[in-house]
């Protein structure tokens, strides 16, 4: 938290507090005491809406509701600095809490502190950007890319770096900046990075824009990609509070993907071994990747042909027998890189020996979400997401 500028005030500071409770049980009517005496003399406070304080303003009673089984802070304090507070101070707040569960009140194991200290120098920060959805490909985007000094002293210039990811391009170059483009590995795709230094002052409460807008251009394949952004003080100078130097730009395009397997025949007597490589194409126009997280998108599922077992197996593919499936058919499953570009043509070289000959042995290859949390929405044409491995076709 930073110290009051002279002359001035200092800027708030968000502090977020929740309460999270563990198991299945319903957690009802949150209660979260707040005490903030211990930051006499160092800093104020102001008091969202669900806390009621006491006479003095110093403890607060906040209601936070149903008490959930994940991180969710209901209670958004507000902190400054007092005028005369210099830097090194410090203070506390506190924190306690009960709910009601199935069998009566619970109560939070241990007293929760939160230590604010008072310090001085630059905070530099950018807002957070809204993510937008529907962009055409080939359209131009403009980041929303301004920087604010909430600190107490001027920033001697600024830093800045910048990633995108496959389906953008980096259309401005600042003079004097370094740019590194993606690198492809096989597996992973890294995103274009761009940093520059500029030697822009930015006082105390100031917003500064960058020399010239920074703009972005939505390619042919885009579809959902992101943009990072980060800020520092020049020159090796400390922020004061890191949380808003850096953000991330979700950028959906209407665009479509299309995810195809292909089948393949062959051929062999019983005890043969034989290779039946099926195969998945990314007919695009997008690529796809999940640039979020960076989980998998597509599992393929492969069902061997009857009368077959499979005596070698590609290394990208494991064992997927599961309860539900067809006693005496084996069943695999693959995977491909965590990002699918466009004409990406992958082959799934199995192994198959022939226990015995059946005519027209039809195994199945099957595009599916690699989780629950996957979708292929953006694949319009479900018709080729599956495909036939035929062994010993009729004539």
């Excluded at 001027?154 to 830093?159: K, L, R, Y």
């Excluded at 993606?182 to 020399?211: I, K, Q, W, Y």
């Excluded at 960076?294 to 070698?312: H, K, M, N, Q």
């Excluded at 005519?359 to 036939?388: M, Q």
Aim: charged content about 20%.
């Amino acid at each position: 938290m930073n110290a009051a500028p002279d002359g001035g005030t200092a800027q708030y500071r968000p502090v977020a507090v929740g309460l999270i409770h563990w198991g299945d049980s319903v957690v009802t009517g949150g209660r979260l005491t707040v005490d903030v005496s211990g930051l006499a003399g160092v800093a104020e406070v102001v008091w969202p809406d669900n806390c009621t304080p006491d006479n003095a303003g110093t403890v607060a009673v906040c209601d936070t509701g149903d008490v959930p089984d994940h991180y969710d802070p209901r209670v958004q304090l507000r902190v400054r600095a007092v005028a005369d507070a210099t830097a090194g101070a410090h203070g506390v707040i506190e924190y306690s809490a009960e709910a009601t569960g199935p069998d009566g009140t619970l109560t939070a194991y241990e007293n929760e502190e939160t230590v604010v200290t008072v310090d001085s120098g630059p905070d530099l920060g950018v807002g957070a950007p809204q993510d937008i959805t529907g962009v055409a490909p080939g359209a131009g985007l403009t980041v929303p890319f301004s920087v604010t000094n909430t600190g107490n002293e001027t920033a001697h210039g600024f830093d800045i770096s910048v990633w995108a990811s496959f389906g953008l391009d980096i259309v401005t170059r600042y003079p004097g900046c370094t740019y590194t483009d993606r690198v492809d590995d096989g597996v992973n795709m890294s995103f274009a990075h761009l940093t520059c230094s500029f030697d822009t002052e930015v006082l105390p409460g100031a917003t500064v824009e960058l020399p010239e807008p920074l703009r972005l251009a939505v390619t042919s394949h885009a579809l959902r990609d992101r943009f990072d952004y980060e800020v520092e003080p020049a020159g090796g100078a400390t922020d004061l509070d890191t949380s808003d130097n850096s953000r991330s730009w979700h950028i959906e395009a209407a665009n479509t993907a299309d995810f195809a397997v292909k089948g393949t025949e062959v051929s062999g007597a019983a005890d043969d071994t034989v290779t039946a490589a099926f195969r998945f194409v990314n007919n695009g126009p997008a690529w796809v990747g999940s640039t979020p997280s960076g989980d998998r998108i597509v599992a393929i599922d492969f069902y061997l042909p009857e009368g077959t077992a499979a005596a070698s197996i590609p290394a990208t593919c494991h064992d997927a027998w599961t309860s539900g499936d067809t006693p005496g058919i084996g069943h695999y499953t693959c995977t491909l890189p965590t990002w699918t570009k466009p004409d990406l043509d992958v082959s799934f070289p199995f192994e198959l020996r022939i226990l015995q000959v059946v005519p027209d042995a039809t195994g199945r290859v099957v595009i599916r979400p690699y989780s629950d949390e996957a979708s292929l929405a953006f694949d319009p044409d479900t018709t080729n997401n599956s495909a036939e491995v035929v062994v010993n076709p009729s004539l």
